[in-house]
Structures are given as C-alpha cells and as structure tokens.
C-alpha cells in the first residue's frame, strides 16, 4: 500500500512538474509573429504558427480637459483596463500607440494587462524624430533617433503582447508639397536641384533609407516581431520599395471615403509585401447640417472593413492586406485650436480641412467638412471624479457584430 501511495504521488509531482515546466516555458519570452507567404503572392500574418488578421484600434485615450501631452500609461484611473474591457466585448485584438510612455515599467504594466486580461497586442510606435525638428539628412539627428528606436525595442521586445513596431506617421507629409506639408527639411543639395519634383524625390529617397537602415537594426536585435513602414497613401512608395528592402510591412493612413479604390492593387504592384492599414475611419459630425450623425460613421466603417476584409489572405481580392486599424477609439477634445486651454473642455464642431471622398458633408461652407474632435467610436462625457465615461457609438455596436 505505501508502495503504490508512493508510485502514486511520484507520478503526480511528475505531471504537476512538467505541466509548470511547460506553463513557465511556454509563457517565457515574446511571441514570434512574422509573415507567411502564400500561393498567388498572397500574405498572411501569423502568430506563434496561427493567422492573425488586425482588427485594431488607434488608441489616444486623451480625456477632457488635456492635450496630447497627456500619458495613459501612467494614468492612476488605468483608463486601459475599462478600455479593455470594452475591446474585448467588441473583438478588437490589437491596439496602435504613437508611441511608449516615459516610465518602461508603467509601460510594460498596461502591455501585459492588455494582453493577459483583454486578449489585445500592441503595435507599439515610433515617431521617429517627426516633431523634434526633423532633418533625415542629418547625420546627427538620424543617430540620435536610432539609438531611441533601438532602445524602445531593446525595452520592450520580450513583452508578450507585443505584436510588431511600427515606425513613423505619414512622415512623408514632411517632404511632399502641398496643402498636407509638414515640417519641410532639406540639403543645399537639394535645394540645388530646379525641379520640385526631384526635390521630392531625394527627400523621399534619404528618409526611406534611414528608416531601412532603422528596420535593419531592429532586425539586429530582434528576431521576433516585424517592422512597419508607415506612411500617408502610398505617395512615393515606389521609391520607398527600392531603397528599403528591411522593412516588413507597408503601413498606410487611408481616407477615402466608404471604398479605398485601387489601393490594394497599386501596393501590390509597387512593394509587394504585405500592407497594413495604420488609420482609417470616418468622423461622425456632419459639417453641412451642424449635427452628429453616428449612423453615417457606422455606415462608412462597415464598408471600409468589408473592403480591407477582402483583400485579407481569406478573402476574394488582392490578398495583400494583414488587418488595420480604425482612428480612432474616443473622441480628441483638445484638436481644434490646441493653443486655447479653455477649448480642450469644448467639443468643438468647427471643420479644419476638406475632404470629398466624405461626401455626405462636403457642401459645408468652403466644402470644410472634417472635424478632427469626432472620430472616436466612443464618444466621451466629463465625470465629476475619476475617468470620462466611455459611450460606445453605432460605430462601435457595427464593429462589434463583424469582429465577433
């Protein structure tokens, strides 16, 4: 009888050790996440073996009454553990940050608590220098920002909920002339150059080897999550797939309107690599009768998933694209003029810019019909203490019947 108690017990600290053994092996380290290609030039993203397909979420949880400076990640309220909550009953399994806090720890916290709790990864962000008086001819500058994007990965790279690191945000605004140019750098050489078309093109050629040079880097160091090149449209991307073959992922903002066209097809024919939406969206003010319409914005949303859904691996069209991710969860309150503190308590209805691809607004006076205070689909409500109240709009009740 000893005998047999003593075989028995034996075998089950055997098995308990070996289930721990495998629960504490299996739960060490990140999750490899990379890129399948598949028959008929088709990609699919996979995690730890399995399709993975975005269905995320730009996440900014800025509440009434800041601005951008503002860092949920070390937010006492934890304004990410009532956002997952809610994520998780809509199907999202992925979040974009612009970038990660200031405080590794805190930062790391709500990355695991999204994850461990939600079931949501992080694409976590870089800016790359974008608002730091960018000059990506500069020797100086560019290694001082790809010693922070090293350190971020070297930070975070065996977070489990880490998904893949995205670098920049439409950059590119930054050398392409127009109404949408921001923060303009150049060269004397290239101020040399006559044309303003060649002007564009060197600009866009320096900074798509500098975020190679970033991604090979990254690469260097971690073997696990892939990069992504994020960009606005696809303007000068096929100089982009000439001078940066380390990059995994094209990333695009999108806004056009219910269809995106011949985007799929074009970044086929000029990456051929796998595309991942970073932003689109529709803004829930309608700017011609001065009144919010959050059936307008579930209507657009659902057509555009519908769309990126078809070109997935599964779907019927070009197969290229791994998910994307909605701009944006809650409403920005402090966007339309930032400099009046007063405004940041205001959501504000005034239109700043034109786009007519939202047609249903576009006979707003002087066609402005984008009202940067109104993407989110949830909207927000100032609470005497402790978080806004987070109200999930038709867009959100619409995402959550396709995602689930």
């Known amino acids: 009888m000893k005998k047999r108690y003593i075989i028995i017990s034996a075998i089950i600290l055997f098995l308990v050790t070996a289930f721990l053994s495998f629960y504490i092996f299996s739960n ?12 008929g030039k088709r990609f699919q993203l996979t995690v730890n073996g399995k399709p993975y397909i975005i269905k995320g979420m730009v996440y900014s949880p800025v509440p009434i009454g800041k601005n951008h400076e503002y860092e949920f990640w070390k937010d006492p309220a934890r304004p990410h553990i009532y956002d997952g909550r809610l994520m998780r009953e809509m199907g ?35 800016w790359l220098g974008f608002w730091d008086n960018a000059n990506y001819a500069d020797p100086v500058f560019r290694a001082r920002v790809k010693k922070d994007v090293i350190d971020m990965v070297e930070t975070y790279k065996n977070e489990k909920g880490i998904l893949c690191w995205i670098l920049g945000n439409e950059n590119n605004v930054s050398f392409s002339y127009g109404p949408q140019t921001m923060n303009l750098w150049t060269t004397d050489e290239i101020e040399a150059l006559q044309d303003p078309y060649l002007k564009r093109i060197a600009r866009a050629r320096i900074y798509y080897e500098f975020v190679n040079e970033v991604s090979w880097a990254i690469h260097e160091i971690d073997p696990y999550h892939p990069t992504v090149l994020a960009n606005a449209e696809l303007t000068d991307i096929d100089v982009a797939a000439e001078v940066s073959p380390d990059i995994d992922i094209l990333g695009c903002s999108i806004y056009r309107g219910k269809a995106f066209g011949s985007f799929f097809r074009e970044g086929a024919t000029k ?25 307008i914005q579930a209507e657009f949303l659902e057509a555009e998933w519908n769309e990126i859904e078809k070109n997935t691996f ?41 786009n007519g691809a939202y047609y249903f607004d576009i006979k707003a006076p002087q066609n402005l019909n984008i009202n940067e205070e109104w993407w989110g689909v949830c909207s927000l409500e100032k609470s005497k203490a402790g978080l806004d109240k987070r109200k999930p709009t038709k867009a959100y009740f619409k995402l959550k019947e396709l995602w689930r």
């Open 28 to 39: 060490m380290g990140p999750d490899k996440v990379y890129i399948k290609t598949l028959e």
């Open 92 to 126: 999202v399994n992925t979040i974009r940050v612009y970038k990660p806090g200031i405080d590794p720890e805190k930062t790391k916290q709500v990355i695991k608590d999204l994850y461990v709790k939600f079931g949501v990864r992080t694409a976590m962000g870089h």
């Open 271 to 295: 990456f051929k690599r796998p595309i991942m939406i970073t932003e689109f969206g529709c803004d829930r003010y309608n700017a011609f009768l001065n009144e919010e319409d959050q059936g």
């Open 314 to 354: 599964e779907g019927s069209g070009v197969g290229n694209c791994i998910g994307a991710f909605v701009f944006e969860w809650t409403d920005e309150w402090w966007k339309f003029n930032e400099e009046n503190k007063t405004g940041w308590f205001v959501h504000d209805t005034i239109p700043t810019w034109s």
